[in-house]
Every structure is written in structure tokens, then in C-alpha cells.
């Protein structure tokens, strides 16, 4: 158990809405990084934020967005949703979000687009 | 092109073997990270290296920063071992780039 916690475990959408996704991060932990993983595929790095901020972003269309609030908790929101969304969304909290320091991950969101 | 490149893809082994796992990355990077995912999606981290090795436990970890590449060490491989193992590297932009994972299967 790492102490990061997410919700909801499951979800199933249907092409065009919207989903917002949440994570609580370990508590002690500022920083809270965003994950997408396709089926048999290795993470891809959404976006991180620190102390509310958005702190790097990957390679993903400006319908991912998120917000991280006062006690670090963070959401990610995705607009108009595709068929390829369809993933295992991942958080991670890290005590301050340098790059060399340990990532806690939680157990993740299961998104289905139909 | 991924810019992590893990081998093998798929890996399978007697319980007590020592297992090697391989990942390779193209540009410099400021850490690598190995991490255990379970089925179900739970990534657990294993280690994260800037340089030289690390041991915990039955693991070992070692990274040659010149040559770029990295491994992971199993020794005495049980059947809990059984799992994705999944190299990441993590950039000074906070960026991250993961490799596609070795499953692995450790048979009793």
C-alpha cells in the first residue's frame, strides 16, 4: 500500500463526454504526476503538477487537463472522449517532484470509451 | 521508435533461476527507475538509479550511464517474482518515458 489512493476503480463513457478523474496523494507529498496506459503498452507521461501548478506536461491534446488543489489531491479531466482514452489512467505522488526521487503510485482508474 | 527499449519482451523461468531483464535509453536522462506491476495495474517502485547499483533484497539493479543501458537482477526467482517489470527513464523537464515492460512468469 502506498498511501495513494484513486477513484473510481472503473468507469465506462461513451464517445464525446467528459470524465474527471481524482487522486489522493501520499500524505507529506506535494507533487502528483499523471500516467496513461494503454492495453500491453508501457505508461505515457500526461502532465505533473506541484503545489497547484501545472510542473511539465507529455504529449497529450490540450482536452487533458488538470487541477491540483490545496491539499495536493489532484484531478485530471478529459473533454470530448475517443474510443483511443480507453486506458488504465495511473497517479503518482512524489515528496517534491524532482525527477531523481521515488514515485508512489496508486492503484489506477480503468476508463472504457464505447 | 521507443526511446525505452526493453528485452525481453516476455520472459519465463524456473523458480530459482536468475533472471536478467535488459533496457536500453537514446538520450541522457537525470534517473531510472524500475518498477513491479501486478495484474490489476498496481505499479510498485522498485528502485530509481543516477548511477552505479542498488540491492534490496533478491534485486539488483545497475545502470552505465556511458553506455546507456540498465539491468535488472532476480536472484533465486520465485513464483510471486511473476509480474511486468517496466524500465522508465525521468528527464530534468520532469518528463518520463517508460519501456513497454517484460512480463515476466516464474514456474514452480
Known amino acids: 500500500e502506498t498511501g495513494v489512493t484513486q477513484s473510481p476503480t472503473h468507469l465506462i463513457k461513451t464517445r464525446g463526454q467528459q470524465v474527471t478523474l481524482r487522486c489522493s496523494s501520499q500524505?507529506?507529498?506535494?507533487?502528483v504526476s499523471w500516467y496513461q496506459q494503454a492495453l500491453g503498452q508501457g505508461p505515457q507521461f500526461i502532465f505533473q503538477?506541484?503545489?497547484?501548478?501545472?510542473?511539465g506536461r507529455g504529449n497529450f491534446p490540450p482536452r487533458f487537463s488538470g487541477l491540483q488543489f490545496p491539499n495536493y489531491s489532484s484531478e485530471l479531466n478529459v473533454n470530448a472522449l475517443e474510443l483511443d482514452d480507453s486506458a488504465l489512467y495511473l497517479c503518482?505522488?512524489?515528496?517534491?517532484?524532482?525527477?531523481?526521487?521515488?514515485?508512489?503510485f496508486g492503484p489506477g482508474t480503468r476508463l472504457l470509451v464505447l | 521508435k521507443n526511446e525505452v527499449e526493453q528485452s525481453p519482451q516476455n520472459l519465463t523461468a524456473q523458480e530459482g533461476e536468475f533472471i536478467t531483464i535488459n533496457c536500453s535509453y537514446s538520450?541522457?536522462?537525470?534517473?531510472l527507475h524500475w518498477l513491479q506491476q501486478h495484474p490489476g495495474g498496481g505499479i510498485v517502485s522498485l528502485f530509481m538509479?543516477?548511477?552505479g547499483k542498488k540491492k534490496h533484497g533478491r534485486l539488483i539493479a545497475t545502470i552505465n550511464i556511458q553506455e546507456k543501458h540498465s539491468s535488472l537482477h532476480i536472484t533465486a526467482s520465485h513464483p510471486r517474482d511473476s509480474a511486468v517489470y517496466i524500465c522508465?527513464?525521468?528527464?530534468?523537464?520532469?518528463?518520463?518515458?517508460f519501456g513497454a515492460g517484460t512480463r515476466l512468469t516464474v514456474k514452480p
Open positions: 503518482a505522488s512524489s515528496r517534491t517532484g524532482r525527477s531523481q526521487e521515488t514515485q508512489y
Open positions: 500524505s507529506g507529498h506535494n507533487t
Open positions: 503538477y506541484y503545489r497547484e501548478e501545472e510542473n
Open positions: 538520450v541522457g536522462i537525470s534517473a
Open positions: 538509479l543516477s548511477s
Open positions: 522508465a527513464v525521468a528527464y530534468n523537464n520532469n518528463d518520463m518515458r
